[in-house]
Each structure stands twice: as structure tokens, then as C-alpha cells.
């Protein structure tokens, strides 16, 4: 299994970046797939999350109305689009996956719901 994160970069604050994670997973469909980020001395935070059949997503407060979060099963890829960033973004970005069997359960918040993890990539937003 192999999650592979990309995107990351510097931009000013009120810019965008999208991410996106290919994922290499059997049936990439019915797994749950999410973002968090996390910065120097802080625990990983959950930033959002979509079931397999992108049925429903969920967002963290901090990035709702900023951030989409959304999936290509024919690519096996997820996606977070990220609008008027701030400098408080700033983050390492990780993408990971958790297994559902099935195309509508809730996406899950938590880091230790998820089993599979990404490399991380590295977002700077400055002011």
C-alpha cells in the first residue's frame, strides 16, 4: 500500500494550492479517505475526510468555506482543493486512507481510525 501526497509548496496568504494523493489500493472505492496536517510539537490534526462514493465529506471548523476535499476513483486519487489560505495553515500535509467495504460511511475524524499513511508534503503560507 502506498499513499504518495503532492502539491505542496510557498504561497502568500488569500492564495490556493490543491493537493493530491494517489493512492495505490485495492478497490480505492470503498476506502475513506482523509487529510490532516500537522506543525512542529503539535499533534496531527484531522482537516477533512471523504467516504468512498463521495456520498459525504467532512471538514474541520478552521478550513470550512476554504477547503474541498474531493476524490477521483478512476484515478485512484484524492484531492484538497485549498482556497484563501493563512498563515496559520501552514502545515505538513498528510494524506491517509482506512478501509470502509463500503461507499457510504461516514468519513471518520480521528487520527487512529486511519491505517494507512502518506509521506506528507509541506505547505507555507506567509503573511
Known amino acids: 500500500v502506498q499513499l504518495q501526497a503532492s502539491g505542496g509548496g510557498s504561497v502568500e496568504a488569500g492564495g490556493s494550492l490543491t493537493l493530491s494523493c494517489a493512492a495505490s489500493?485495492?478497490?480505492?472505492?470503498?476506502?475513506?479517505m482523509g487529510w490532516f496536517r500537522q506543525t512542529p510539537g503539535k499533534e496531527r490534526e484531522f482537516v477533512a475526510a471523504?467516504?468512498?462514493?463521495?456520498?459525504?465529506?467532512n471538514l474541520a471548523d478552521s478550513v470550512k468555506g476554504r477547503f474541498t476535499i474531493s476524490r477521483d476513483n478512476a484515478k485512484d486519487t484524492v484531492y484538497l482543493q485549498m482556497n484563501n489560505l493563512k498563515p496559520e495553515d501552514t502545515a505538513v500535509y498528510y494524506c491517509?486512507?482506512?478501509?470502509?467495504?463500503?461507499?457510504?460511511?461516514?468519513?471518520?475524524?480521528?487520527?487512529?481510525?486511519?491505517?494507512?499513511w502518506g509521506q506528507g508534503t509541506l505547505v507555507t503560507v506567509s503573511s
Open positions: 471523504i467516504n468512498g462514493g463521495s456520498v459525504s465529506t
Open positions: 489500493l485495492h478497490t480505492f472505492n470503498k476506502y475513506i
Open positions: 491517509a486512507a482506512r478501509w470502509s467495504g463500503s461507499f457510504r460511511e461516514t468519513p471518520r475524524t480521528r487520527v487512529e481510525e486511519y491505517r494507512y
